[in-house]
């Protein structure tokens, strides 16, 4: 069983940065991969970035990629999202997740948090 808390979330300014975590509990963080998601109102449930058990091997969804940025720390069980660049089309609420093997799609993942919400202004 693992229990995933976001934290990090809040309202920032088109161009600003945001940092999200992810706390696990469970003694299986460490052999899962580790996504987040996010999802706009009327939208559906979107990738935004993975990341392998040892954090060796990252994915990105275009629309993120070489603004956003996803770690690990297995020995603190958490999996961050660093968020830089942010524009108004990142408005979501962010949710991370975990699988023994993830990928891309959000029923590839058992294990959800509860969401963050991140709301950037223009």
């Known amino acids: 069983q693992v229990q995933l808390v976001e934290s990090g979330g809040g309202l920032v300014q088109a161009g600003d940065s945001l940092r999200l975590s992810c706390a696990a509990s469970?003694?299986?963080?460490?052999?899962?991969?580790m996504g987040w998601f996010r999802q706009a109102p009327g939208k559906e449930r979107e990738f935004v970035a993975r990341?392998?058990?040892?954090?060796?091997?990252?994915d990105y969804a275009d629309s993120v990629k070489g603004r956003f940025t996803i770690s690990r720390d297995n020995a603190k069980n958490t999996v961050y999202l660093q968020m830089n660049s942010l524009k108004p089309g990142d408005t979501a609420v962010y949710y991370c997740?975990?699988?023994?093997?993830?990928?891309?799609?959000?029923?590839?993942?058992?294990?959800w948090g509860q969401g963050t919400q991140v709301t950037v202004s223009s």
């Open positions: 990341i392998s058990r040892s954090g060796g091997n990252t």
């Open positions: 997740a975990s699988a023994f093997l993830g990928g891309s799609k959000p029923d590839e993942y058992g294990y």
């Open positions: 469970g003694r299986i963080f460490g052999s899962n991969t």
